[in-house]
T-cell receptor, first 114, second 111 residues
Framework: QQQVKQSPQSLIVQKGGISIINCAYE??????FPWYQQFPGKGPALLIA?????SEKKEGRFTISFNKSAKQFSLHIMDSQPGDSATYFC?????????????FGQGTTLQVKP | DSGVTQTPKHLITATGQRVTLRCSPR?????VYWYQQSLDQGLQFLIQ???????AKGNILERFSAQQFPDLHSELNLSSLELGDSALYFC??????????FGPGTRLTVL
C-alpha cells in the first residue's frame, strides 16, 4: 500500500514533443505528490509538486495532472528540449506532522533527441 | 546548489568494514532524511531525524544506524559492509512537510 508505481521506465521523445510520465498510488493518506528531476552524478531536485485538492498544476513547460478518484497523477513536459534529458521520479508522502518521508516511483529515464 | 552538503563524495571500502557518511542540512532545516539509491531498488527511504530525535524509519538494515547532532548535522553509519550495500546515499532536509532538498550524495563502493 506504500508503493508508487511509475511508467514508462524509459522514454525517447523528439525535440519539441510532449513527454508524459505516469504514476499510480494506493495509499489514500498521501497528500503531497512531488516530481523530482535527477541528472547523472547529481541529487534529485524538486521540479513541481501538487496537493490532491487541485486537479492540475502548471509551471512553465511542466504540468502535473492529478486524478484523485483513480489515484493517478502524471507529468507532462511540453516542448521537450535536449536539456530535459534526465531521470524523473514521482513521489508521494503523507506530509503529516514532520514525518514527510518520500515514497518514490522507480524512475523514468527521458531522452530528448535533437 | 540545494544548500545540503554531504561528505565524502566517493567512498571505496572492503566487505566487512564500517564507514560513516556525513550530512549538513540547509541552514534552519530541522529535519534530515537519508535515502539509498541503487539500480535494483531505486530510491528508498532509510530514516528521518527531526531536531535530534529519530522521527521515522524505513527499510534500514540493522547494520545501519544514524544520528543527528545538536548542530543538526547527521551521520549515517554503515557496518559489516556487503557488496550489496554499494549504492548512492543521499540526505535531504526540510523545515516541515513538503519539499525536501537533496544533497549531492555519497557514492559507496564495497569491494
Amino acid at each position: 500500500q506504500q508503493q508508487v508505481k511509475q511508467s514508462p521506465q524509459s522514454l525517447i521523445v523528439q525535440k519539441g514533443g510532449i513527454s508524459i510520465i505516469n504514476c499510480a498510488y494506493e495509499n489514500t493518506a498521501f497528500d503531497y505528490f512531488p516530481w523530482y528531476q535527477q541528472f547523472p552524478g547529481k541529487g534529485p531536485a524538486l521540479l513541481i509538486a501538487i496537493r490532491p485538492d487541485v486537479s492540475e498544476k502548471k509551471e512553465g513547460r511542466f504540468t502535473i495532472s492529478f486524478n484523485k478518484s483513480a489515484k493517478q497523477f502524471s507529468l507532462h513536459i511540453m516542448d521537450s528540449q535536449p536539456g530535459d534529458s534526465a531521470t524523473y521520479f514521482c513521489a508521494a508522502t503523507t506530509g503529516s506532522g514532520n514525518t514527510g518521508k518520500l515514497i518514490f516511483g522507480q524512475g523514468t529515464t527521458l531522452q530528448v533527441k535533437p | 546548489d540545494s544548500g545540503v552538503t554531504q561528505t565524502p563524495k566517493h567512498l571505496i571500502t572492503a566487505t566487512g568494514q564500517r564507514v560513516t557518511l556525513r550530512c549538513s542540512p540547509r541552514s534552519g532545516d530541522l529535519s534530515v532524511y537519508w535515502y539509498q539509491q541503487s539500480l535494483d531498488q531505486g530510491l528508498q527511504f532509510l530514516i528521518q531525524y527531526y531536531n535530534g530525535e529519530e522521527r521515522a524509519k524505513g527499510n534500514i538494515l540493522e547494520r545501519f544506524s544514524a544520528q543527528q547532532f545538536p548542530d543538526l548535522h547527521s551521520e549515517l553509519n554503515l557496518s559489516s559492509l556487503e557488496l550489496g550495500d554499494s549504492a548512492l546515499y543521499f540526505c535531504a532536509s526540510n523545515r516541515g512537510p513538503g519539499e525536501q532538498f537533496f544533497g549531492p550524495g555519497t557514492r559507496l563502493t564495497v569491494l
